[in-house]
C-alpha cells in the first residue's frame, strides 16, 4: 500500500490563495487592500518599543517602558463585573516550567485586556481559570484565543492576549466569565458559580491607539523598583492588604524569588499570603506548602480567593499554634503567571523562608 | 469558494472538506491517478468486527498503525419526521445492507480502497420498545468536564469513512447519497439516502504533512505547523503501546457482540499561543512532560520516540504540577489505563471544517465509560487540586487551546447486525 496515495488531491508546496485572506477580502470587497495599512501601522508604533533589557536582576525591576491602555467599557453579568480595556500590542512572558518570551507577532494589533471583581465588594478576583476572548466582524470571529492570567506592574492581575484586528472598524469581543472552581471565603464564599459572557462592541481606530500614552525609563529602566500602580477609578486592583490588616497576628516570613510571603493564623486556618514587592498585588499561580513546628502542620497549602485577602494560600491546622511557634513556607516550583516586562525574572526560584509566630 | 477563482489545484487540496460532485470532479480529472483496487466478490472474506481496520493498514518501521489519509463522517437521521413508534422495516435493512455491500464490493477492504463502519446513537434506539441489553453502554452524550458546553449530537446514524484516496471517499460518499449508480465500475445496488438523511458532514486528515499544507485556516499561524506533522498540534499520536487493541475495545458478549462503542467530538483548536508564544520546550512539557523536555527526548515530531510516548517514565502528574508548574498531555493519559494497558483506540484526525483548525477526536473502547474515564483523567483536576500554579487548562496539558464544540456516542454493532439494528 503507498503510503503517498493521498497525494493524488494534494498539492505539495502550492498556495495560490490563503483561505483566510480570500474569506476577509471577500467580506470588504475593494477595500481589502486597506488592511496591509493597518499592519503597517502596527509595526510602526511597535518599532519604538526599547530593546529588552540585556542585564536583568533576578527578581523584580523597573521595565523599559510602560503603555497606558484604553478603557473599552464594562459590563455586569450575574455577580461580576469585567472591564475590557485595549493598548499596543505588548511583548510578555509565559511560564510553563520554564520561561518564554512571547514577542509580539507583526499582525498583531491590540493587547486586550480584562479585569473581573466581584460587583458587590468591588475586588478582583485573580484565578488562572482561563476566559475566551472571541474577536468578530460583520458576525465573522476573526480572533478567538483563551487570555493568560497576568501581572503587570501597572494594572495588577489580568487576562491579557494580543489579538489581530482588521484596521478601523466596528468589533465586537464576547468574554468568557468562568465559573470559579478554585476555594472562595469571607464574601466570596460559595460565590461566582455560574460562567456567563460579557458583551463588548466598540470602534477601533488605529488613530486613537497611537494617542496612548507610551512611556519610557531611559534611566531608572533595570534598577530594583517598579512602575507604579495606575489610578482608574473605573477599576480596583488586586492589591493584596497591608500586613497589619491580616486576621490575627500577622508575621512577615520572608521573601523568595523576589515575593514576600506573609503569614498569619486566625480560627484554626493558617493563610499565606504573596504579594509584589513595592507594589503590593497578591500573586496567584503559586504551588506552596508549608509547616507548623507544634502542631506538626506539613503540607501543601490551598490556593484560595477572598475579597479582602485576594490571593492567597490557606489550610486548616489541628490545632491552634502556640506564640514563638516556627512556620515555614517553601516555595515549591515556579509561578504559572505570565508576565509583563519587569516581572518575568521573578517569582520563578523555588526556597523555604522560615519566622516564629 | 471555486467560482471566486481559487486554482483547480488548490481547490482539490480542499476536495473532501468541499465535497459533492464538483469536487469529485476536480480529484477523477486526473490522467495519472492510479486505478482504486476493488473489493471481493465473496464478502463473508470480510472481517466480522466493523472496526478491524488495523490488519487492512499500513504499519511504520516501529508497528505503528498509519490511519488513512482522509476521513468523513456523514451523520445521518432516520425517518426524521415520524412521531413515536416509526421503527424501521425489513426493507428499508435490505437497503442500508445493499448499499453497505456494493461499496465492500467496490473497495478494497484497505487505506487503498475504503473502510467505513456505521455508528448508531441512543436517540436512534429510544424508539424501540425494548432496551440496549446491559452488555452495551450507550449513554446519551454529555459534557464530560465542569469547564466545557459541548452541544449533544443527537442524530441517529454515524458512517465513518476512511481512504488514503480522496476520490475514493468523495465517490463513496456521492453513492451513499443516492447521486451515483456506480461506484468503482460497481453498480451501487441501494442509496442510503432511500432510507437515511444526510444532516450534517464532518471531514479531516491525518499524515504527514498535511496540516502544514492546510495551514491556512484560523485557529493556526501560517507556516508555524512543521512540514512532516501528521497532526496540527505537531507531534505524533497513536502509538502503539498507547492505543488499546482492536481486541481490548470489543463488546465480548450479548446481542451485540463483536461490536464495539464510538465516541466523536468536534473540537476546535486556537494553536496562535501554541505556536507563537509557547517555546518548543514547554511544547513538549505541555503535550509529554516537563522530563521530556528537559531531558531533549523529543526529536521533531517525535517519531524518535518508536512505539510509545514514552511518558510512563515521566513523573507522577501531580507532582510536577507542584515541581514544574506544568503538567503533559500523554503523562495524564498514563493515569487512564487499566492492569497496565490503555483502554482506548484513538482514530483521530485534524479538520478544516467551518475553515478553522480543528481535531475530530474519534475513539473506540469496549464501553462509553472507559472513554469517560479516560475523558476524566485528561480533564487533570487532580493537577489543579495538587497544585496552585496549574489551573483548570492553563498549564495543564494542552486543554488551552482546546474547545469541545460537541460530543456523540455510537454503538458500532457487528457487520451482521449494522443495517438499522434492533435493540436487542
Not at chain 1, 476573526?142 to 489581530?164: T, Y
Request: some cysteine; aromatic content about 8%; hydrophobic content about 35%.
Amino acid at each position: 500500500m503507498a503510503a503517498t496515495e493521498w497525494l493524488l488531491c494534494v498539492q505539495p508546496g502550492f498556495r495560490v490563495m490563503n483561505r483566510r485572506t480570500f474569506i476577509r477580502v471577500g467580506a470588504v470587497g475593494a477595500a481589502g487592500g486597506l488592511a496591509g495599512c493597518g499592519e503597517l501601522f502596527a509595526q510602526r508604533s511597535t518599532a519604538r518599543i526599547p530593546p529588552v533589557l540585556d542585564d536583568r536582576p533576578d527578581g523584580v525591576y523597573r521595565p523599559t517602558h510602560i503603555e497606558g491602555m484604553e478603557m473599552i467599557g464594562t459590563q455586569t453579568v450575574g455577580d461580576r463585573t469585567v472591564g475590557l480595556f485595549y493598548s499596543f500590542p505588548h511583548r510578555f512572558w509565559t511560564v510553563s516550567g520554564e520561561t518564554n518570551l512571547a514577542e509580539i507577532q507583526d499582525a498583531q494589533t491590540v493587547h486586550l485586556m480584562a479585569a473581573m471583581w466581584d460587583r458587590e465588594t468591588d475586588t478582583v478576583i485573580p484565578v488562572l481559570r482561563q476566559p475566551l476572548f472571541s474577536v468578530s466582524q460583520d458576525g465573522d470571529v476573526i480572533d478567538e484565543k483563551r487570555a493568560w492570567p497576568m501581572l503587570s506592574q501597572n494594572m495588577g492581575f489580568h487576562f491579557g492576549e494580543n489579538i489581530e484586528l482588521d484596521g478601523d472598524g466596528t468589533y465586537t469581543v464576547e468574554v468568557e466569565v468562568p465559573s470559579v472552581d478554585i476555594e472562595t471565603v469571607g464574601a466570596f464564599d460559595g460565590r461566582f458559580q455560574t460562567t456567563h459572557t460579557a458583551t463588548f462592541t466598540f470602534e477601533y481606530a488605529d488613530s486613537e491607539r497611537e494617542d496612548i500614552s507610551f512611556e519610557e525609563f531611559p534611566d531608572t529602566a533595570g534598577e530594583r523598583a517598579a512602575a507604579d500602580p495606575m489610578a482608574m477609578m473605573d477599576m480596583p486592583l488586586s492589591f493584596a492588604p497591608p500586613r497589619e490588616e491580616l486576621p490575627g497576628s500577622p508575621v512577615t516570613v520572608g521573601s523568595v524569588g523576589d515575593a514576600k510571603f506573609v503569614a498569619t493564623v486566625a480560627d484554626g486556618t493558617l493563610i499565606v499570603s504573596p504579594r509584589t514587592p513595592y507594589n503590593r498585588y497578591a500573586i496567584p499561580g503559586f504551588p506552596l506548602s508549608a509547616t507548623v513546628e507544634s502542631g506538626g502542620f506539613d503540607d501543601t497549602l490551598t490556593d484560595a480567593i477572598g475579597p479582602s485577602l485576594g490571593a492567597h494560600y490557606r489550610a486548616a491546622l489541628d490545632g491552634e499554634p502556640e506564640r514563638g511557634d516556627t512556620v515555614t513556607v517553601t516555595v515549591d516550583g515556579p509561578n504559572s503567571l505570565s508576565r509583563h516586562e519587569g516581572y518575568e525574572t521573578a517569582f520563578l526560584e523555588g526556597g523555604s523562608v522560615s519566622t516564629t509566630l | 469558494m471555486v467560482e471566486r477563482g481559487i486554482s483547480r489545484r488548490s481547490f482539490a487540496k480542499a476536495a473532501v472538506a468541499i465535497g459533492g460532485a464538483s469536487a469529485l470532479a476536480a480529484c477523477l480529472d486526473r490522467s495519472d491517478a492510479d486505478p482504486i483496487p476493488s473489493g471481493p466478490d465473496d464478502l463473508s472474506t470480510l472481517p466480522r468486527r466493523q472496526h478491524a481496520w488495523n490488519e487492512s493498514l499500513p504499519t511504520d518501521e516501529h508497528g505503528n498503525v498509519r490511519t488513512p489519509a482522509h476521513h468523513l463522517l456523514l451523520y445521518q437521521q432516520y425517518d426524521e419526521t415520524a412521531t413515536t413508534g416509526s421503527t424501521p422495516t425489513d426493507e428499508e435493512r435490505d437497503t442500508v445492507e445493499e448499499a453497505f455491500r456494493s461499496l465492500e464490493r467496490a473497495y478494497e477492504h484497505s487505506n487503498d480502497g475504503l473502510l467505513f463502519t456505521v455508528g448508531y446513537s441512543r436517540r436512534y434506539f429510544d424508539r424501540y420498545d425494548d432496551s440496549l441489553p446491559g452488555s452495551v453502554d450507550l449513554p446519551r452524550p454529555e459534557a464530560l468536564a465542569s469547564f466545557e458546553d459541548p452541544e449533544p449530537d443527537e442524530f441517529d446514524v454515524v458512517v465513518h469513512l476512511a481512504s488514503d484516496r480522496a476520490d475514493a471517499l468523495l465517490e463513496a460518499e456521492e453513492a451513499l447519497r443516492g447521486n451515483r449508480e456506480t461506484v468503482n465500475d460497481e453498480t451501487m445496488s441501494a442509496a442510503l439516502a432511500d432510507v437515511l438523511q444526510v444532516r450534517e458532514r464532518r471531514t479531516g486528515f491525518i499524515g504527514e504533512g498535511m496540516p502544514a499544507e492546510r495551514d491556512d485556516v484560523d485557529g493556526v499561524p501560517d507556516g508555524a505547523v512543521p512540514e512532516d506533522a501528521p497532526l496540527y498540534m505537531g507531534f505524533k499520536s497513536g502509538f502503539r503501546a498507547n492505543q488499546a487493541t482492536e481486541e481490548r475495545v470489543t463488546i465480548g458478549e450479548g446481542p451485540f457482540e463483536g461490536g464495539t462503542t464510538q465516541h466523536v467530538s468536534k473540537i476546535r483548536l486556537h494553536l496562535d499561543q501554541w505556536y507563537e508564544q509557547d517555546s518548543r520546550s514547554q511544547r513538549v512539557s505541555k503535550m509529554f512532560c516537563p522530563a521530556h523536555a528537559q531531558q531533549d527526548r523529543v526529536e521533531g515530531v517525535g517519531a524518535n520516540l518508536g512505539d510509545a510516548s514514552g511518558a510512563s517514565a515521566c513523573p507522577a502528574h501531580t507532582t510536577d504540577a507542584r515541581e514544574n508548574g506544568v503538567v503533559g498531555h500523554a503523562q495524564k493519559n498514563t493515569a487512564a489505563r487499566e492492569n497496565g494497558s490503555p483502554i482506548m483506540l484513538r482514530r483521530d484526525f485534524s479538520s478544516t471544517d467551518d475553515d478553522r483548525a480543528g481535531l475530530h477526536f474519534l475513539a473506540l473502547q469496549h464501553e462509553i465509560g472507559d472513554f469517560v474515564k479516560t475523558r476524566e483523567a485528561m480533564n487533570g483536576s487532580d493537577a489543579n487540586d495538587a497544585s496552585g500554579s496549574v489551573g483548570t487548562r492553563h498549564n495543564n496539558g494542552i486543554l488551552q487551546y482546546m474547545t469541545v464544540l460537541r460530543r456523540g456516542n455510537y454503538l458500532l454493532p457487528p457487520r451482521d447486525k449494522r443495517a438499522l439494528p434492533r435493540p436487542g
